[in-house]
């Protein structure tokens, strides 16, 4: 069959190759893979700058968007064949530490837990694929054109999840929330806010393509102007960080109402310095009661959390999140810039 390869560590390494057909194991699923989403995860990857291939393997098959139908579940098991499904990224480290030991992998403590398609086991990017029913989630099939945003949405749903359980340090009834970046992230992030019933308000630097108007077909308000002015003018309870850009995440930590909430999702390269006022920032910190908060990877809870989210949300507006679908054959050209919101690459 065929997969999507990289040497991790290696630019230009990107391949379709033909590789074995997987085996499952007893308690894994078959699964024929359909769609999966390219990230920016997944760019650096490519561009050697991360990822580890599994032990023995000079190779990694990349991946971890995925979505897939079960050809071939073992007896006995909760899923059929037929039933769209997900596979869970992250497995938890083999300590294991507290927190991997309690289901709460994405919280790991001591770095060793592995990853599909990045992390030292093989991703999703096949034609065929096998994952342990444990890892994996069952969709609505309503979503089979969308189910690839799934991964994304369970990332978001952590984030939200942290930011509710931050929250309740105290009193906390959050009216309004900026989200900082209209990728998918954000723009995901943007969709659960609404979900919540928030005010919600998304700023990034475009003012063409498709971003806009997505965020306005969510019910929420679209900013292009200063992330500095934007935050003194709406005072957010909330920010969800989705840029991973040095000098927005320094504005929206130092811009916070009182008891503010900053979650940061956005992953930056390291070595960008830059200038700031940090008695300034932690004085505001300390005076407000604010929290500042990073957030990453998803566990099986947040992938159900997306499954319900996703299954709410108007299938037509996370259609118009992937705008552009491109066969394994031409995989390369899913990881060239663009202004695309999110790439897929279908599998079938
Ligand atoms: C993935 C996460 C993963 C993180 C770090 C992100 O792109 O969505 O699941 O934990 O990269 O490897």
Redesign the pocket.
Known sequence: MRALTVTPGHANSLRVAEVPDPTPGPRDLLVDGLALGV???DKEIARGE?GWAPSGSDHLVLG??SLGRVAQAPAGSRFSPGDLVVGV??RPDPVPCGACGAGEF?MCRNGRYT?RG??EIHGYGSERWTVAEDYAIRLDGRLTDVGVLM??TS?VAKAWEQVWRTGRRAWFEPRRVLVTGAGPIGLLAALLGTQYDLDVHVLDRVTSGPKPALVRSLGATYHHDPVDQVMSRLTPDVVIEATGAGSVVIEAMSGTTPYGIVCLTG?SPAGRRMSVDAGAINRELVLENDVVLGS???NIRHYEQAADALAKADPRWLASLITRRVPLSEAPTAFEDDDDVKVVLTLT
């Open positions: 990230c920016g995860t991360y971890h968007e990224v992250r994405d990853e990045i992390k991964e994304p990332v992953v990453v990877n998803a």
